[in-house]
């Protein structure tokens, strides 16, 4: 079994690579952090006139017509540079959901848009704190009017069309569309670690609302579409531990303490060995995923909740660690250490906590063995 990616896809990563270095600095992503927008406008125009947005989209909606693993390789490079754009909430939620239970209409009214960035797009699905279930949703839509309040929601300030998840009036787990400039939807914007990846609160007061896949199918829509995501952002969190070793290994290189590189100390060397192996294992893992998860493998629900434990852990611990290495400086507003620092934290919990999929992850494969057993 080949786990690498084709020639094709790896000349895929070197154009976006290429195109990701000439704009999208740490400046830009500072302009962001630092400034009143959410998100830059500007590269994400650029992404998508790209291709980048519409890689997975069939072209019949506007898209490329490519495969999840040349996504995989794109989320890959984004997370590298911090890209401080909602592709996550757009093309690996949203245009997923449409995609695996949107209706017609729906695809060619929302995809081409998502494609060429001309709509952002939102997964409006928590409601507060700790592992989502069934039970905690509150949202309901009555007679095609939706109420409730979601927070936090990744993108959801910028957002043009919202996926939400809300009972319906027998009190099943259904999805529905809301453009989020209907009357009846407000939003705030959240304070959070990475302000590069915005955070919203919307109250929905009989917002309309149109159905999106079967009635009361919402919850195993979700469960498939969120793997799905799980899968693509473990690869942003690789792309971005990866980075964070590459800028702690040279920062280790040019550093000298008592004539020498302290990269020649045995406790930094130490350090970075542990970052390696953290971040290789991930990418093992990413790649099982993305194998999974192209080619509708039976295993994938265990192999998307195995890419996103272990690339979780890679970023946290490859971030944290690129700051010890820079030792004082690495705390210091003018190293870039910081932000992959946030950003590692602010994808932590993206989709859901690292416990909760490290529960998932329990539950799926206990329940594969069961089967195998039986």
Partial sequence: MNLDFSDEQKQLREQVRRFLSENCTSETVRSILEGPESYDKELYQGLAELGVLGAAIPEEYGGVGLTHLELCVVAEELGRVLAPVPVSSSIYLTAEFLMLAG????????????????????????????RMAPAKIKATVSGGKLSGTKSPVADGDVADVLVVAAKNEK????????????????????????????????????????????????????????DRAAVLMAFEQVGGADRSLEIARDYALERMAFG??????????????????????????????????NSGAAEFPVAAATARVSATTAFQHCAKNNIQVHGGMGFTWAFDCHLYYRRSNALAVALGSLSSWESQLIERMSAGNAEQAA
């Fill in 103 to 130: 209706s017609e209409k729906q695809k060619e009214t929302w995809l081409p848009k998502l494609a060429s960035g001309e709509a952002i797009g939102a997964f409006a699905f928590a409601e507060g704190q700790g």
């Fill in 171 to 226: 009190g099943n787990v259904s999805l529905y569309l809301v453009e989020a400039a209907a009357k009846g939807v407000s939003r705030e914007t959240l304070e959070t670690i990475d302000p590069t990846r915005s955070q919203a609160r919307i109250t929905f007061d009989g917002a309309p609302a149109e159905l999106l896949g079967a009635e009361g199918d919402g919850w195993h829509i979700a469960t498939q579409v969120l």
């Fill in 260 to 293: 020498r590189p302290i990269g020649s100390f045995q406790a930094v060397k130490h350090i970075l060995a542990d970052m390696y192996v953290s971040a290789t294992l991930a990418r093992s893992n990413c790649y099982y995923g993305a194998w999974a998860l």
